[in-house]
């Protein structure tokens, strides 16, 4: 976000007042009240720093800025993950797929913890770093919500399947798991039989 001198209009209101003021007037429809889950996972992809990624934006002042905006916040602090020990490659396209029972397990215990955290406060916030945990995130509010949206704002598509990946990391395929029309490449990983679009 930029800083809190830069001018968005020839008002003179900045950027960051903007940003508050959007923000107070999307949340006072709700309670008022938001749910924080931290999410340290890393398996998605071959970065082992993405794991950390909650416990820094945690630490960056993320959280004084929810309350500053009057919110009620409930840390529900970090989810705790299972490496697998056996998590054999997986799929059936040229490139096979890695980690997939480790990243499916996680974004299982997401998705319910997104659950909880909206059933209590109405809103949720993720944070972490890999972009495999956004499978567990959108399936979550679709369990709550009817017909959810999705804005996906990043370099990349990240809507690769088990038949067009490259790499093999699921960390590129979160935006194919919300889409009915990619489901049928996804269902096959072991891991994810508990993951539908609906």
């Not at 709700?30 to 992809?45: I, N, T």
């Not at 602090?77 to 990243?103: K, T, Y």
């Not at 949720?124 to 704002?153: E, K, R």
């Not at 919300?178 to 996804?186: D, K, N, S, Y």
Request: glycine share 12%; aromatic share 6%.
């Amino acid at each position: 976000m930029p800083s809190g001198g830069d001018t968005c209009s020839a008002a003179g209101v900045t950027c960051d007042q903007q940003y508050k003021e959007g923000a107070e007037h999307h949340l006072s429809k709700r309670s008022g009240a938001v749910g924080v889950v931290g999410a340290p996972l890393c398996y998605g992809q071959d970065k082992p720093g993405t794991k950390r990624g909650a416990d820094a934006i945690r630490s960056s002042g993320f959280m004084e800025g929810l309350r500053n905006l009057g919110l009620k916040v409930t840390d529900y602090g970090n989810l705790n993950f299972i490496e697998f020990q056996r998590d054999p490659l997986c799929g059936a396209g040229e490139v096979q797929v890695l980690h997939s029972r480790a990243v499916g397990d996680a974004t299982k215990k997401i998705s319910a913890a997104v659950k909880r955290a909206l059933q209590d406060n109405g809103a949720c916030v993720n944070l972490g770093g890999d972009h495999s945990m956004t499978i567990g995130t959108f399936h979550g509010h679709a369990q709550m919500h009817h017909d959810p949206c999705l804005i996906w704002v990043d370099a990349h598509a990240d809507l690769n399947t088990t038949l067009t990946t490259t790499s093999g990391h699921i960390h590129g395929m979160p935006v194919a798991f919300a889409l009915e029309e990619t489901e049928r490449c996804i269902e096959t990983l072991p891991g994810f039989e508990w993951c539908h679009s609906r």
